[in-house]
């Protein structure tokens, strides 16, 4: 199979999709990998890095579009790239397309069968495709929080761990999943005084017993929320629900109960955020500012460390990009966890979650595929 690698072009999108040592396992399972230039060139992934792994170098992504059998990302594809691409073609990248009606749209009226890396499960249902940026987004977001908490940035001007004889800040987490526990443990590293919120009692017991009383656990309610945002100083949204959008539990209203100054920290803005107020942002602007709360809500958070962040994907990413251009749908076929990656299959919605947050007819993924099926095997 001929696979693509484009270079990222949303704002401050450093990663990259493939690493050359992917490239090097496409090559030796007898595929060929075409990579723009430069395309990792900014996380000291250079060319010649990539041509020794066996890759051929293109000058421009409209070049990789055209040819590629399949096109390998990190992030979502632009409106002028979804135009790009076409029915027969493979698209494995993350997608969130429950929050972009556009790029749902624009893909299906491309044809292309998509792929989603955040619905792609493994056998006990976890999502081991998004977990690795879930880690890098759930310790970031302690870092980002902490850096608007300065009054140079609008924050109130604390310290998150304090020092002796002065209290540290007070970080609420609502989530206990991947994104969720890792902002708390970080939270609790650097000396907050941390509390998670999460509706599962056996998560909740979890946390509590292997964390060591360091982080506080509360079952979510409405009133719990309410009750931990007039004493926070950081509050980390960590709701997700796969492939769907995010809900909404941090409303306008209760931005009053809050202190001046006071950070949130919507690492859900993917799905849609699960802030009433929060809308997306970028790394060149990452913040505003809401009835005097302080807004951090960037759609691609592990951008901002992309060299850790692009190896740790590619990790996880690299087995089932090999299983997908060793077998193409069979691949799908053969693996319920990885159907359940598939969003788009010519025209057609397959993920649930999806069409019910944008209103389209679902079609069952393995209907799909057998009744119209296109992409068989490796070319």
């Excluded at 302690?142 to 002065?166: D, F, M, R, S, Y």
């Excluded at 740790?312 to 990656?341: E, K, S």
């Amino acid at each position: 199979m001929l696979i693509g690698v484009p270079k990222e072009i949303k704002v401050h999108e450093y990663r990259v999709g493939l690493t050359p040592a992917g490239v090097r396992e496409l090559v030796a399972n007898g595929h060929t990998v075409m990579v723009e230039t430069d395309c990792g060139a900014a996380i000291g992934l250079d060319n010649d890095a990539y041509v020794a792994a066996g890759a051929e170098i293109v000058a421009t992504a409209e070049e990789i579009f055209a040819r590629a059998e399949m096109i390998v990302k990190v992030k979502e594809p632009q409106p002028h790239e979804c135009r790009q691409m076409r029915a027969g073609q493979l698209l494995f990248t993350y997608l969130h397309l429950a929050a972009d009606p556009e790029q749902a749209e624009l893909l299906l009226q491309s044809g292309v069968t998509a792929v989603a890396y955040e619905t792609v499960t493994d056998r006990i249902g976890a999502l081991p495709l998004l977990a690795p940026m879930s880690e890098v987004a759930g310790r970031l977001s302690i870092q980002a929080g902490a850096h608007c908490l300065e009054k140079t940035q609008g924050g109130n001007g604390l310290l998150l761990g304090g020092v002796p004889g002065v209290e540290p800040a007070n970080v609420v987490v609502i989530g206990g999943g991947v994104v969720g526990l890792n902002a708390a443990r970080m939270a609790a590293g650097l000396g907050a005084d941390v509390t998670l919120l999460d509706r599962s009692l056996p998560r909740l017991k979890d946390i509590d017993e292997t964390q060591g009383g360091r982080i506080k656990t509360l079952y979510s309610t409405i009133d719990a929320v309410e009750r931990c945002l007039a004493t926070a100083d950081l509050v980390i949204g960590a709701v997700l629900i796969p492939g769907a959008a995010a809900p909404k539990l941090v409303t306008r209203d209760m931005l009053s109960l809050m202190k001046p100054g006071s950070v949130l920290v919507d690492v859900a803005i993917d799905q849609g955020g699960c802030f009433e107020t929060s809308r997306a942002t970028t790394h060149a602007e990452p913040t505003y500012e809401v009835d005097g709360i302080i807004h951090y809500c960037v759609a691609n958070m592990p951008g901002a460390v992309a060299r850790t962040s692009t190896f740790a994907l590619t990790n996880a990413t690299m087995p089932y990009v090999v299983q997908l251009a060793n077998g193409g749908i069979d691949a799908l076929l053969a693996n319920d966890g990885f159907l359940a990656g598939l969003n788009l299959h010519r025209g057609q919605l397959t993920n649930a979650a999806v069409c019910e947050a944008l209103g389209y007819r679902f079609v069952e993924p393995r209907a799909a595929l057998t009744e119209n099926s296109h992409i068989t095997s490796a070319a």
